[in-house]
């Protein structure tokens, strides 16, 4: 076992290795067609060394890359946070209602397609505050995929699984803990681990609008007020790995309570 380990850890560090191998190359073939507009991996690699140099730089005229990570990831937490608690027990009613299904499935799918950026004036105009517009972006994007998969796993739970609580004379309280939020936790996880990704996603449109600390308004200053491409680079580089890194947070808590199922 150990060593089916072992290989299968190999043979993904293989892959890695090759896929970014594969992603320099064409990175580089672009520098080169475009005469090095688009820095190459190593002109990247140089600033990305000088932009790293005072992360948690804190002064009034100058924010440090980490600082302005922070200040993104923290209202990402809270938005996505805040659509979690609301969309959690509004897909579960949902799944358990054919009456709520009904009621709320159609408000569900007339807002789920409306762009993010479109949240975002009328965000402004309930709170009057630009960083408070786009965490309720967020939020309101966040809630659609966990909401969703809440529903579907509340909506699929054996019958058995019903027979058995009635049975039993299960109470609503021991219903809920022992049969419906444990049959609909990975599907919740799956959820989260979508939402989680688009949160990502719509905080660097949410501050390019709003301004502020953050990456998306440091990517802002960098494309339209003269500034360098490289850090735009090292910013769209630092956005990835961050929200790669998220969503590896989110799979193995879906592999771990996967057994649920």
Known sequence: MKQLFSVKTAMSVVYFLAGMIIMGGIWALIAKLTKNEIPA???????????????FQNDADQKGIGTKLLS??????????????????IGLIMGSSKIAMRVINPMVQILKPVSPLAWFPLGLAIFQDSPKASIFMI???????????AAFGASNIPQDHKNVSKAFGFSRWKYLTKILLPFSLPHIITGLRLSIGIAWMVIVAGEMLSGGIGLGNFVWEEGFNGGSVAKILVAIIIIGVVGSLLDRCFTWLQQRFSYAV
């Not at 990831?73 to 659509?83: A, D, K, N, Q, T």
């Open 139 to 149: 939020f309101i994007c966040c809630l659609w995929p966990t909401l969703i998969n």
């Open 41 to 55: 991996p190593s002109a990247t690699w140089t600033v990305f060394k000088e932009v790293i140099q005072h992360p």
């Open 72 to 89: 993104s990831l923290s209202r990402v937490s809270i938005g996505f946070g805040l659509g979690s608690l609301f969309a959690i027990p």
